[in-house]
């Protein structure tokens, strides 16, 4: 489950990294060509396809309604915390509260 969220989040990370600075104008061959020739956008899908085995375990043995909304929530969770460090983007009152009710969420649904 924690590999699969780690994963995932990475993988979305570099997705952002080697995004960042391509001028998207549009939607064109061109752009996305660009896009995935980005070393960092490579990477990401790398780490996203490398995440779904680790996300099948996961389904298989804790179950659909307790993985899915762990690993979802978790990514929803650290992906924004690792913007504001990485990337400087912005966390403002409402992305903490609502960050705060998924944590909450995530403890009640991982209960047994």
Do not use: D
């Not at 699969?4 to 600075?21: D, M, P, S, Y």
């Not at 996305?32 to 790398?46: A, Q, R």
């Not at 915390?81 to 409402?94: D, H, M, Q, R, V």
């Amino acid at each position: 489950l924690a590999i699969a969220i780690v994963a995932g989040v990475a993988g979305n990370l570099f997705i952002k990294a080697g995004t960042q600075g391509l001028p998207m104008v549009g939607f064109s061959l061109s752009a996305i060509i660009k896009m995935l020739t980005s070393p960092f956008v490579l990477l990401g899908i790398l780490f996203l396809v490398g995440s779904f085995p680790f996300y099948s375990m996961s389904i298989q043995r804790a179950g659909l309604t307790v993985a899915l909304p762990v690993i979802l929530s978790s990514t929803v969770v650290l992906a924004p915390l690792a913007s504001y460090i990485l990337f400087k983007e912005p966390l403002t009152a409402g992305n903490i509260v609502g960050i705060l009710a998924i944590v909450v969420g995530i403890v009640l649904v991982s209960q047994k």
